[in-house]
């Protein structure tokens, strides 16, 4: 999927797709954008080699596939005429993963001194991973679940993974500072980062906007800050500044009549899931293994170079800066062990008497831990039970000058998709709010 002239292109956008996602879910972006600079100087290109079922086998095989794509297509339009002078990219979901990975290959390779990195976005990608919280024997089931079930790529996102030589994930080494994924974020003009606040069963709040907290727990308990500018009909982002505020008023309890309502609401939703979730599941997990099956295959043609990419090109200086940080992740990891595990209660209420009730489970050694993070996060909301991968991902990403969005949709039940309208839909008005905001601050 792409548009643009290709003899007067001057401006080469990237768009990456997310898990089991092909270039048409991202069809929406690629007309706004096109829509708002029509000269034809921007030349919009979402690669189609990591499509599908192919996004199974890993967030390296796939950026390397997209990278390789990408190159291609730098040399066909540069054939046509084209005059390429800056490159920009977006990733949506895992696709983002993809192209935080994609521009350490561009930038290690040299395509940044001739191409000026321009603007960089992601929309609700899950930046820290998608690991559940906590030590529960809930949470290590998803965790084991998710990490064996989507195969290179679900142990990549659940931090399940080893990357290379450096003893930890590969989420971890994009993050890292000294990592040419951080040095070629940094080159870039602009970077932001766009993600739901709510109803995002996908990509959390804290993973999509690296943070350590989600003030969005309780939505009963904050005021949102609308960034200015928008429409009142239109307004769904929040003031990256300060996109919430606690209320300085005691919550006020529900009225039966209000729980009740709420929860009726739902009681069509439940009873549907009720029904097809044994069927789903059943599917999920057979067709999990046959595509992890698959996926294995083509991830061993590709390491041996059999699958039309001369992986060597692409891996020979990611390992030697892999093997650089190991002795300095190593002591890291046994400076931080007494900080793997934090906390993870609501926001602290107002009143003194609800402060009282909510933290009584909590250990004084825990309340300590929970709000030494938070003030190193400058933030009145008690940080997220984070383990030391995650901390040190948001302090690298930090580092880079990322312009975080909260978008807040409301209207969909379900708002990864909304997000990025990832199908025509007349319920995703807000959705198509935040990519016009994002295309009206791109840099041409």
Request: proline share 6%; charged share 20%; aromatic share 8%.
């Amino acid at each position: 999927m792409e548009a643009g002239n290709s003899d007067k292109a001057t401006h080469l956008c990237i768009l990456t797709h997310g898990m089991w996602g092909k270039p048409l879910h991202l069809q929406h972006l690629k007309e706004t954008l096109s829509k708002q600079y029509p000269s034809g100087e921007l030349y919009v290109f979402a690669p189609n080699s990591n499509a599908e079922y192919l996004t199974y086998d890993g967030i390296e095989t796939g950026a390397e596939r997209v990278t390789h794509e990408v190159e291609a297509k730098i040399a066909e339009l540069t054939a046509a005429g084209a005059k390429l002078e800056k490159i920009s990219i977006a990733g949506y979901s895992l696709g983002g993963l993809v192209a935080r990975y994609v521009v350490g290959l561009l930038h290690k390779n040299g395509v940044f001194d001739t191409l000026e990195p321009t603007n960089f976005t992601t929309f609700a990608t899950p930046h820290l991973g998608t690991r559940a919280h906590g030590t529960g024997y809930g949470g290590a089931f998803w965790n084991n679940l998710g990490a064996k079930t989507l195969s290179a790529s679900g142990a990549q996102m659940f931090l399940a993974d080893s990357f290379r030589n450096t003893g930890k994930p590969l989420l971890s080494t994009l993050a890292d500072p000294n990592s040419i994924f951080i040095q070629g974020l940094k080159r870039f003009k602009r970077k932001s980062v766009y993600a739901n606040t709510l109803n995002d069963r996908s990509v959390p709040y804290y993973t999509a906007c690296i943070t350590r907290v989600d003030p969005f727990v309780d939505l009963d308990a904050v005021d949102l800050h609308y960034l200015e500018g928008q429409a009142p009909e239109e307004e769904v982002i929040l003031d990256p500044e300060t996109p919430v505020t606690a209320k300085k008023t005691p919550q006020i309890a529900l009225t039966l009549y209000q729980r009740s309502s709420r929860s009726l609401t739902n009681v069509p939703f439940y009873a549907l899931l009720t029904v097809l979730l044994p069927i789903g599941a059943t599917f999920f997990l057979v067709n999990s293994g046959i595509q992890s099956f698959r996926s294995a295959a083509r991830m061993k043609l590709h390491e041996e170079g059999k699958a039309g990419i001369t992986t060597h090109k692409y891996r020979m200086p990611l390992l030697e800066d892999a093997r650089a940080m190991q002795d300095r992740v190593y002591e890291q990891l046994n400076n931080n062990q007494q900080e793997e595990y934090l906390p993870t209660p609501p926001p602290e209420p107002v009143s003194s008497s609800s402060s009282a009730s909510s933290s009584s489970t909590q250990l004084p050694s825990e309340k300590n831990l929970a709000r030494q993070q938070s003030k190193k996060n400058h933030s009145p909301w008690p940080t997220l039970a984070l383990n030391d991968h995650q901390f040190a991902m948001i302090d690298g990403l930090d580092s880079v000058g990322l312009i975080k969005y909260p978008c807040h949709i409301d209207q969909v039940r379900h708002t990864h998709a909304a997000i990025v309208v990832r199908s025509e839909r007349s319920s995703y008005p807000q959705g198509r709010a935040v990519v016009q905001h994002w295309a009206s601050n791109f840099i041409l």
